[in-house]
């Protein structure tokens, strides 16, 4: 007996530390958790179940079918408008994941509420604030049959409502005007790239305007000054359209949009010597950028650098050979320039 109590002492403190362990790693778990969903978890945009009306929910537009119908409306039209400016992720608000603890009333996603609260409160206004999430919520009611409903849709962000809106109109109809009003709100840019897509050049003109004059986001603000610049080369009006392009390229010297726009401005004014290194640098920004090559070619036959020309209309075959391809066919042609 004397020999085994030192072998059970040994085995208590193992049992000890392995139950410390344990209690470590689930401390460990639950930490990672809480700061996954409060700081590095949280989307763009998050959209709680619309309510809807009994008579609504039996035909299975629920509560959140009708807060998807919005989320996929949404991203229809981040998908016409083409670009590659991606503010960030919308999701729906029940598809986070939580975990309940009821007998302390906790949840990981109350807690990381919380602290992402508190988070901002102290660092607001500094370097280290967080982009903060806005939330959509709202109920739709039926107006004297069950398709003719109104929308009441809210956007908030934090303790603030950053906008509200009273939409009427058949259901389809109802849930596009949302997600339009949705995308003015969080991205205004995304709905005037759409406008621009569709052909719709005053409405995004006027969106563009709006999103440069009071700017909320630098990124988004310059992509507006090109936008406009787009706009005014439609219009024949190079010159506007070339200090818009210098402007967008001064707030952001790695937009090669920017600079291939500018070139093609230029291009369009024959000024194919000057467009030549906005053609360069687009290039030197995006490496398989095949349309600054091929325009790029443009300006070097027209400057009657034929080498070169072909050289830089190789690359834009690489770039999109989709696009670019015929000009497989032309090359030898284009030696006898």
């Not at 992720?89 to 986070?96: D, G, I, N, R, V």
């Not at 290194?277 to 090559?293: G, H, I, N, Q």
Request: charged share 25%.
């Amino acid at each position: 007996m004397i020999r085994l109590r030192p072998l059970r002492n040994i085995i208590v403190q193992i049992r000890e530390i392995a139950w410390s362990i344990i209690i470590i790693c689930l401390i460990f778990v639950g930490v990672s958790a809480l700061y996954t969903e409060a700081f590095t978890n949280s989307p763009h945009v998050e959209f709680n179940p619309i309510q809807v009306p009994p008579s609504l929910a039996e035909t299975g537009v629920t509560a959140r079918v009708a807060a998807q119908h919005l989320i996929d409306h949404v991203y229809d039209i981040r998908h016409a408008a083409n670009t590659d400016y991606k503010p960030g992720e919308m999701k729906p608000a029940w598809l986070k994941p939580d975990l309940n603890l009821p007998a302390a009333g906790l949840s990981i996603q109350a807690a990381a509420s919380y602290f992402r609260s508190l988070y901002q409160r102290v660092f607001a206004d500094t370097i280290f604030a967080m982009k903060p999430t806005r939330v959509v919520s709202g109920e739709l009611i039926t107006r004297g049959c069950d398709y003719c409903l109104s929308l009441h849709l809210r956007i908030i962000e934090g303790d603030k409502i950053l906008e509200t809106a009273n939409i009427t109109g058949l259901l389809h109809r109802v849930f596009l005007r949302g997600a339009h009003q949705i995308v003015e709100t969080v991205e205004p840019y995304t709905l005037a790239a759409y406008y621009y897509s569709r052909d719709d050049y005053a409405r995004s003109r006027q969106l563009s305007a709006d999103i440069v004059e009071k700017p909320k986001n630098t990124e988004a603000a310059v992509r507006a000054i090109n936008l406009l610049g787009l706009l005014d080369t439609q219009d024949a009006n190079y010159e506007d359209a070339i200090e818009k392009y210098e402007r967008a390229t001064k707030l952001n010297p790695e937009f090669a949009a920017a600079y291939y726009n500018w070139g093609y401005a230029l291009s369009s004014l024959e000024k194919y010597r000057n467009a030549i290194p906005k053609y360069e640098r687009a290039t030197e920004l995006e490496s398989s950028f095949a349309d600054a090559y091929f325009q790029w070619g443009v300006a070097l036959l027209a400057t009657g650098e034929t080498d070169g020309a072909i050289k830089k209309y190789k690359k834009a075959i690489q770039g999109n050979r989709t696009k670019y391809g015929y000009l497989e066919d032309k090359l030898d042609i284009i030696k006898t320039f």
